[in-house]
């Protein structure tokens, strides 16, 4: 029964969301789900959380003066994230907003698509808080890592 429960909401339904839900300008980001964790995997250890792995293909409408990949996208991007990393939490679509989104951008990034990894650290009824990874896609190191707070509608 308890399996059942947990394959309710899957990847297919996040891409699904994603497609729908957003505003225009950010399904023209053009993101896409790569990855959906809301069970822990077999030897998972007590810091396993939930969450996902998206991806923002690089394009030169993106980047600022330079070539370099503007930190409104970025940021945009770590948001959009987070809330699909929600949606692996609560296993479904939950409206949400959010409360909350500190930035800390580490080093450039140019002509990459980028991943955002995103995971909720804690979810309770009516807020929930969480952590993304934004990697450059060429060498897998960080370009920023972003906390935030939603709050759950």
């Given at each position: 029964m308890q399996q059942e429960e947990i394959t309710e909401f899957g990847i297919e339904d996040a891409r699904r969301v994603l497609g729908e839900v957003f505003a225009p300008w950010v399904?023209?980001?053009?993101?896409?789900?790569?990855?959906?964790?809301?069970?822990?995997?077999?030897?998972?250890g007590p810091d396993w959380q939930p969450g996902a792995l998206?991806?923002?293909?690089?394009?030169?409408?993106?980047?600022?003066?330079?070539?370099?990949?503007?930190?409104?996208?970025?940021?945009?991007?770590?948001?959009?994230?987070?809330?699909?990393?929600n949606l692996a939490?609560?296993?479904?679509?939950?409206?949400?907003?959010?409360?909350?989104?500190?930035?800390?951008?580490?080093?450039?990034?140019s002509a990459a698509d980028v991943l955002a990894d995103a995971r909720v650290v804690r979810l309770g009824r009516t807020m929930s808080f969480g952590r993304v990874t934004l990697l450059s896609a060429t060498d897998n190191k960080p370009v920023a890592m972003v906390s935030s707070a939603f709050a759950m509608l």
């Open positions: 399904r023209d980001l053009n993101l896409s789900v790569e990855g959906f964790d809301f069970a822990s995997p077999p030897g998972a998206l991806r923002m293909p690089f394009s030169e409408q993106l980047c600022r003066n330079g070539g370099v990949v503007c930190g409104q996208a970025l940021m945009a991007f770590a948001d959009t994230s987070m809330v699909i990393a939490a609560n296993r479904g679509y939950r409206p949400m907003t959010t409360v909350d989104q500190t930035t800390h951008f580490m080093r450039a990034v």
